[in-house]
């Protein structure tokens, strides 16, 4: 399991996910920061981006805040 920090930017006209260090992620996303869209939008963008099911991924602090703490499961050793 993986555990990485990602910085949200919502309701950027350019979505996408860049990497800024070691671990550490900003995530541009369409979605504004209402009603959990955003946090559904960045689960879709991280699970593309890493090659893993969405129910692999999961925000662990931060869910209402722009600066998340988020654990991937990875499958195998």
């Not at 260090?21 to 920061?33: M, V």
């Not at 890493?50 to 991924?57: A, Q, T």
């Amino acid at each position: 399991m993986d555990i990485i920090t990602v910085r949200v930017q919502p309701r950027s006209s350019r979505p996408g996910l860049e990497k800024i260090g070691e671990g550490e992620y900003k995530a541009r996303l369409n979605s504004a920061p209402e009603a959990g869209r955003a946090n559904a939008e960045l689960i879709v963008l991280l699970a593309e981006h890493f090659g893993v099911p969405r129910r692999h991924i999961r925000i662990i602090r931060g869910a209402s805040s722009r600066l998340k703490r988020v654990s991937i499961e990875r499958d195998g050793p």
